[in-house]
């Protein structure tokens, strides 16, 4: 086997392994197993357990802050609530396609050290800022509330994002299709942020309770 096919089957094989018995539980000597493999071979890629699980939040922060694309509100650009639907899509996509590394970033990844929850701070901030300059930017043209404080209701989303991905995760694909889960996502996370010319809802007054 090519040294790289033969990289990427260890790598397949330690995914399963943290996956299933996280990272504390599991060992050089599971993964050797799970990858049919000796362990000289191993050591002939790694170093150790760390270094290969380092490897697998790497891999996968990257692809997903890869798959992010700034929101464009210049003339003919699209709708920017279809563009933020399609990042919320690629990111579901991947984590869906990648359900045992999903488990492993979500269950075992943070406080397993400083440097592994500097990287994980780091990406959910990194979505959280791309967040909140959209909200921003539809503040400014007036198409979100004027009184919704973007910072906050930036975490509440990517929060709510990322909850919901983690059990879409385990469950599978079966349970809902990726399409409907984030039509669902982008329904209950704008639905409250629409302005009055955007969301017919908050245009209709209320009936005002007669006085008794």
């Not at 990194?126 to 973007?150: C, H, S, W, Y």
């Amino acid at each position: 086997m090519k040294p790289e096919l033969r990289r990427e089957a260890i790598l397949r094989a330690a995914t399963s392994v943290f996956a299933a018995k996280g990272y504390h539980q599991a060992s050089v000597t599971d993964i050797i197993q799970a990858a049919d493999i000796a362990r000289g071979t191993f050591y002939l890629y790694f170093e150790g357990k760390r270094e290969i699980f380092a490897e697998l939040v790497d891999v996968l922060t990257l692809r997903l802050l890869g798959c992010m694309k700034r929101v464009d509100l210049s003339p003919g650009a699209p709708p920017w609530t279809e563009q933020i639907r399609a990042n919320i899509l690629r990111i579901a996509t991947i984590l869906r396609e990648e359900r045992e590394l999903t488990q492993i970033l979500y269950n075992h990844a943070m406080g397993l050290d400083e440097e592994f929850d500097r990287k994980i701070r780091e990406f959910y901030e990194v979505i959280t800022r791309t967040t909140e300059g959209a909200f921003r930017l539809g503040q400014e043209m007036g198409l979100l509330r004027k009184d919704i404080n973007p910072a906050l209701v930036a975490r509440h989303v990517v929060g709510s994002i990322k909850e919901v991905m983690y059990h879409a995760a385990r469950q599978g694909t079966g349970k809902i299709s990726t399409e409907r889960l984030v039509d669902e996502l982008m329904s209950y996370s704008t639905r409250g942020l629409l302005g009055n010319r955007q969301n017919p809802e908050l245009s209709t007054p209320r009936p005002q309770k007669k006085k008794k």
